[in-house]
């Protein structure tokens, strides 16, 4: 008995992700405060903040000649908790 492999047992995991919505055909919205905050008041831990969508904007007046570029990000939150079984 004691020379059979035991493998390791993890505790289950749920996962979420809180992520940009798109309001308009290439248009998003950045994730709210207080759905951050909401979810971490409901026993979830986060675990990784990740630049989700990147867009680049001309900025400035039209006569301008190339118009600046603005990059503008739009992170992901991932979360995690314990299983309730």
Known sequence: MAQRERTPVYPPYEFKALLPREVAPAQYQQ????????????GW???????????NEERGSV????????????????????KIR
């Open 45 to 55: 831990e986060l675990v990784s903040v990740v630049a989700y969508i990147y867009k």
């Open 31 to 42: 994730v709210e405060q207080r759905d951050i905050e909401n979810t971490t008041e409901q």
């Open 63 to 82: 006569t301008l000649s190339p118009r600046p570029i603005v990059t503008m990000t739009y992170p992901a939150y991932y979360f995690k908790r314990l």
